[in-house]
């Protein structure tokens, strides 16, 4: 399974970029799908899920500006970020949850860089 994510880009402060990422592969099951992001010096943290149901989960930073969607049939998820800060500016990551028979198992993208100037 792999993840191909695309869609980053410089954008100034205020203007809205959409990600997307689609795994493709023997797929099985996917179970939650997300967006990660890092910036320089730090850590990886969770930007936006989804489970498989709809259910999403948001960082309190990103409320109201980003919205995760998904398509299941295309195994395709999307990030649409709007308002955005020049302290967005990051490696977005996807990730997924997958159930392939009896194995579950998380994997990633390669990532795709957001660049917000202020």
């Known amino acids: 399974v792999q993840l191909q994510a695309s869609g980053g880009g410089f954008v100034q402060a205020g203007g809205s970029l959409r990600l997307s990422c689609t795994a493709s592969g023997t797929i099985f099951i996917i179970n939650t799908m997300g967006w990660y992001r890092q910036a320089p010096g730090k850590q990886r943290e969770l930007v936006a899920a989804?489970?498989?149901?709809?259910?999403?989960n948001y960082a309190d930073s990103v409320k109201g500006r980003f919205t995760i969607s998904r398509d299941n049939a295309k195994n395709t998820v999307y990030l649409q970020m709007n308002s955005l800060k020049p302290e967005d500016t990051a490696v977005y990551y996807c990730?997924?949850?997958?159930?392939?028979?009896?194995?579950?198992?998380?994997?990633w993208g390669q990532g795709t860089l957001v660049t917000v100037s202020s």
């Open positions: 990730n997924a949850d997958i159930t392939d028979g009896l194995v579950r198992f998380d994997t």
């Open positions: 989804i489970a498989s149901g709809g259910r999403t």
